[in-house]
T-cell receptor, first 113, second 113 residues
Framework: NAGVTQTPKFQVLKTGQSMTLQCAQDMNHEYMSWYRQDPGMGLRLIHYSVGAGITDQGEVPNGYNVSRSTTEDFPLRLLSAAPSQTSVYFC????????????FGPGTRLTVL | AQSVAQPEDQVNVAEGNPLTVKCTYSVSGNPYLFWYVQYPNRGLQFLLKYITGDNLVKGSYGFEAEFNKSQTSFHLKKPSALVSDSALYFC???????????FGTGTRLQVFP
């Protein structure tokens, strides 16, 4: 199993550009989520999904869109990048919500100029 | 609303000494509690969790944590620290009536030889 994979590893954008961060898992996990990690702020939940076709907002959803058309994939879209979105982004997945630990991807480091 | 507090940005301990990393939480329902560790330039790795049952939970790499309902705490402990334990540690909580896993701001553990 590859586990949770994320692409790209690094990305530099200009303000106003759009892009999609890819996340995939091969463990047949129902639950997937996106976090951003910023110094001094820990991990903050952006969006999450409890299964294919179902998504919901986390703590900091503004400026991001997600979709879950398959169990395996959970892409995160930045609609119009802003410098405040400079961060490290982590995707995670787990079997279900009921007390199961999440498996994290290696992260994408995004810089918005 | 649910929240997690890690009151110490950094904990310093000498190798061989016991260590404690503190975590307190606030949830409206019963808590599911987790500890994760992050090594430099890596994603998060699961250490241990409390779902129900025994208040003392044992996890990976000799770590353990004690759930204290009256103090709403879930402190991470290890009897004898290793230099290789130096990393960033995150506490996380999810109430049993929500879909969101919320993380604390993280505590950097430095173990000195």
């Amino acid at each position: 199993n590859a586990g949770v994979t994320q692409t790209p590893k690094f990305q530099v954008l200009k303000t106003g550009q759009s892009m999609t961060l890819q996340c995939a898992q091969d463990m047949n996990h129902e639950y997937m989520s996106w976090y951003r990690q910023d110094p001094g702020m820990g991990l903050r939940l952006i969006h999450y999904s409890v299964g294919a076709g179902i998504t919901d907002q986390g703590e900091v959803p503004n400026g991001y869109n997600v979709s879950r058309s398959t169990t395996e994939d959970f892409p995160l879209r930045l609609l119009s990048a802003a410098p405040s979105q400079t961060s490290v982004y982590f995707c995670a997945s787990s079997y279900s919500l009921r007390g199961n630990e999440q498996f994290f991807g290696p992260g994408t480091r995004l810089t918005v100029l | 609303a649910q929240s997690v507090a890690q009151p110490e940005d950094q904990v310093n301990v000498a190798e061989g000494n016991p260590l404690t990393v503190k975590c307190t939480y606030s949830v409206s329902g019963n808590p599911y509690l987790f500890w994760y560790v992050q090594y430099p330039n890596r994603g998060l790795q699961f250490l241990l969790k409390y779902i129900t049952g025994d208040n003392l939970v044992k996890g990976s790499y000799g770590f353990e944590a004690e759930f204290n309902k009256s103090q709403t705490s879930f402190h991470l402990k290890k009897p004898s620290a290793l230099v290789s334990d130096s990393a960033l540690y995150f506490c996380a909580v999810r109430a049993d009536n929500t879909d969101k896993l919320i993380f604390g701001t993280g505590t950097r553990l430095q173990v000195f030889p």
